[in-house]
């Protein structure tokens, strides 16, 4: 019932930054949270960061003030505005959603877009 593409991802140097972009269509209002995820070769996925449509957010402690979660009014879009990037965040970056209020748990996975940070 919903789809997620998501965008932005690249090639940055350390201390550089991007923006992703995570556009959900089809049943977007059964959707409560929606957030992202991380994943570097062979470890776990890992949350870095959530929201739930009242604009409730969280972050993992080490991230924040580094990277910035939002989204638009329609609540289709969320973005993940990263900072100061360091080589340890390179990993494929996974936009998710859930119908769910608790952002630890979504059904819903974009295919994934990488990003590399160099040293």
């Known amino acids: 019932q919903v789809q997620l593409v998501e965008s932005g991802g690249g090639l940055v140097q350390a201390g550089g930054s991007l923006r992703l972009s995570c556009t959900a269509s089809g049943s977007i209002g059964s959707i409560n949270a929606m957030g992202w995820y991380r994943q570097a070769p062979g470890k776990q996925r890992e949350l870095v960061a959530g929201?739930?449509?009242?604009?409730?957010?969280t972050y993992v402690v080490s991230l924040k003030g580094r990277f910035t979660i939002s989204r638009n009014n329609a609540w289709d879009t969320v973005y993940l505005q990263m900072n100061s990037l360091q080589p340890e965040d390179t990993a494929v970056y996974y936009c998710a959603a859930g119908t769910s209020w608790v952002v630890t748990a979504p059904n819903y996975w974009g295919q994934g877009t990488q990003v590399t940070v160099s040293s």
């Open positions: 929201m739930t449509r009242s604009g409730t957010t």
